[in-house]
């Protein structure tokens, strides 16, 4: 049946449900004080970045994980060390075939021939195109000579036509000198890439921002460095190359949260709605799914590298490089998220401003968390940026709120998905008189 309906002109806005029988008086979720929030779940809430992870106030879980990863990194390098690859050491690699050979025949018929042992022999790759690595100190020629042979004699590797042939046995040489060049050459193209990235933060971003992206290249360093000590890969120069891509690629992740957080703490100061800590967790949350999604796709063709470089070719140069993409990809992906922005909370957490502001956000939000923080995000601030309203209808509303012990309507968090209204089309907004 056809009726009109009028709404009371309140602040708090009311909607009226029209059915054949009765009009029924609705009170749309998130303009009642007493209206419980919709709940998103999890994947909503990641997708939407609403806060899903608390990153920031778990930073101290964070910083021990973090320790523990960087303390286990020295001791690694202090003890292990590194496997350097020829390129640095110098030595002799001759490389041949697999065909039917194992790795402790290759080492016997070494051994049988020069009256020693190899340093390593290894297999690299898989199938038809699997060939075997051996690899030892500096060797003259005629040494060279007498272990093709005596390889020869013993397996028969075949080249490309299928043919049995000496050919099919390649070695090279690397002297101690040159391995002592290329060694000074790629520490001064790390240093060289590490002075110009600080200075390119020192001026993109305020002091602190700064301490903390640096602070992060240098985690991401040592974890990359321990992680090939523990593991025992080997250091060539296709590893440093690698090394400065994936810090490169550390540093963009690190700059994309900076950059959101620089947007959520503009001005922080001249609101109480949130803390510093709590505007650089949102960003973290904005941001995540970003930096998720742009490792995924960093990872595949990483992947893609390494399974032509070990199983189908055989390229120890393209494993090397794959090797460690991958595992600084890894350790980028975790210390932009957990390690760089917790440090810069910390680090802003100590100057008096922060403080300050901290202080205002916890008195402006009271004695009871829960409600305090709704009451302080939907209480309107006073034109010079206290928390005293300019307005005596505002100063009066505030203390009606305070003696109901109830929040105050509060207004959506940034990125939430907005709340449609419960009466549907037939809702009219407060005052208005439905025409029909």
């Given at each position: 049946?056809?009726?009109?309906?009028?709404?009371?002109?309140?602040?708090?806005?009311?909607?009226?449900?029209?059915?054949?029988?009765?009009?029924?008086?609705?009170?749309?979720?998130?303009?009642?004080?007493?209206?419980?929030?919709?709940?998103?779940?999890?994947?909503?809430?990641?997708?939407?970045?609403?806060?899903?992870?608390?990153?920031?106030?778990?930073?101290?879980?964070?910083?021990?994980?973090?320790?523990?990863?960087?303390?286990?990194?020295?001791?690694?390098?202090?003890?292990?060390?590194?496997?350097?690859?020829?390129?640095?050491?110098?030595?002799?690699?001759?490389?041949?075939?697999?065909?039917?050979?194992?790795?402790?025949?290759?080492?016997?018929?070494?051994?049988?021939?020069?009256?020693?042992?190899?340093?390593?022999?290894?297999?690299?790759?898989?199938?038809?195109?699997?060939?075997?690595?051996?690899?030892?100190?500096?060797?003259?020629?005629?040494?060279?000579?007498?272990?093709?042979?005596?390889?020869?004699?013993?397996?028969?590797?075949?080249?490309?036509?299928?043919?049995?042939?000496?050919?099919?046995?390649?070695?090279?040489?690397?002297?101690?000198?040159?391995?002592?060049?290329?060694?000074?050459?790629?520490?001064?193209?790390?240093?060289?890439?590490?002075?110009?990235?600080?200075?390119?933060?020192?001026?993109?971003?305020?002091?602190?921002?700064?301490?903390?992206?640096?602070?992060?290249?240098?985690?991401?360093?040592?974890?990359t460095a321990g992680v090939y000590s523990l593991v025992g890969f080997e250091v060539t120069p296709a590893t440093v190359i690698g090394l400065l891509t994936i810090?490169?690629?550390?540093?963009?992740?690190?700059?994309?949260?900076?950059?959101?957080?620089?947007?959520?703490?503009?001005?922080?100061?001249?609101?109480?709605?949130?803390?510093?800590?709590?505007?650089?967790?949102?960003?973290?949350?904005?941001?995540?799914?970003?930096?998720?999604?742009?490792?995924?796709?960093?990872?595949?063709?990483?992947?893609?590298?390494?399974?032509?470089?070990?199983?189908?070719?055989?390229?120890?140069?393209?494993?090397?490089?794959?090797?460690?993409?991958?595992?600084?990809?890894?350790?980028?992906?975790?210390?932009?998220?957990?390690?760089?922005?917790?440090?810069?909370?910390?680090?802003?957490?100590?100057?008096?401003?922060?403080?300050?502001?901290?202080?205002?956000?916890?008195?402006?939000?009271?004695?009871?968390?829960?409600?305090?923080?709704?009451?302080?995000?939907?209480?309107?601030?006073?034109?010079?940026?206290?928390?005293?309203?300019?307005?005596?209808?505002?100063?009066?509303?505030?203390?009606?709120?305070?003696?109901?012990?109830?929040?105050?309507?509060?207004?959506?968090?940034?990125?939430?998905?907005?709340?449609?209204?419960?009466?549907?089309?037939?809702?009219?907004?407060?005052?208005?008189?439905?025409?029909?």
């Amino acid at each position: 049946m056809a009726s009109n309906a009028k709404t009371t002109g309140t602040q708090d806005t009311t909607a009226v449900e029209i059915t054949s029988d009765t009009a029924k008086v609705v009170r749309p979720t998130g303009l009642d004080s007493g209206a419980v929030q919709p709940r998103h779940s999890f994947l909503s809430r990641l997708y939407t970045g609403t806060g899903a992870f608390e990153v920031i106030g778990r930073r101290k879980l964070w910083y021990g994980i973090s320790g523990l990863i960087v303390a286990i990194a020295i001791v690694s390098i202090l003890v292990r060390g590194f496997t350097f690859g020829i390129d640095f050491e110098g030595g002799t690699t001759v490389s041949m075939p697999r065909g039917d050979a194992t790795v402790s025949q290759v080492s016997e018929v070494f051994r049988q021939a020069l009256g020693h042992d190899p340093e390593s022999v290894v297999t690299v790759g898989s199938g038809s195109s699997a060939t075997v690595q051996i690899r030892s100190e500096a060797l003259p020629n005629d040494k060279t000579d007498k272990l093709r042979n005596a390889l020869f004699d013993r397996f028969q590797p075949k080249g490309p036509d299928g043919q049995a042939s000496k050919k099919a046995i390649s070695d090279s040489a690397v002297s101690s000198t040159w391995g002592g060049q290329i060694t000074k050459k790629a520490l001064i193209a790390l240093v060289v890439f590490l002075v110009l990235v600080s200075l390119y933060i020192t001026v993109r971003y305020e002091r602190y921002m700064a301490i903390s992206a640096l602070t992060t290249m240098v985690f991401d360093l040592t974890v990359t460095a321990g992680v090939y000590s523990l593991v025992g890969f080997e250091v060539t120069p296709a590893t440093v190359i690698g090394l400065l891509t994936i810090l490169g690629f550390s540093l963009y992740d690190t700059v994309i949260v900076f950059d959101k957080v620089e947007e959520n703490t503009h001005g922080f100061q001249h609101t109480a709605r949130r803390t510093f800590a709590e505007e650089a967790n949102l960003a973290i949350n904005q941001t995540f799914m970003r930096s998720i999604n742009t490792s995924l796709i960093s990872v595949l063709p990483v992947l893609a590298l390494m399974v032509v470089a070990v199983w189908l070719l055989g390229v120890g140069t393209l494993k090397d490089l794959a090797l460690v993409q991958l595992v600084g990809i890894i350790v980028g992906t975790y210390s932009s998220i957990f390690f760089a922005t917790p440090l810069l909370v910390t680090l802003r957490e100590r100057t008096e401003l922060v403080r300050t502001h901290n202080r205002r956000v916890a008195r402006r939000r009271g004695p009871d968390p829960d409600k305090g923080q709704a009451r302080a995000e939907s209480v309107p601030e006073g034109p010079d940026g206290t928390d005293e309203p300019a307005d005596p209808a505002q100063t009066a509303s505030r203390a009606s709120v305070a003696a109901k012990g109830e929040p105050a309507p509060s207004k959506p968090a940034p990125g939430a998905r907005p709340v449609r209204h419960p009466a549907g089309r037939h809702a009219r907004p407060s005052g208005k008189r439905d025409k029909r």
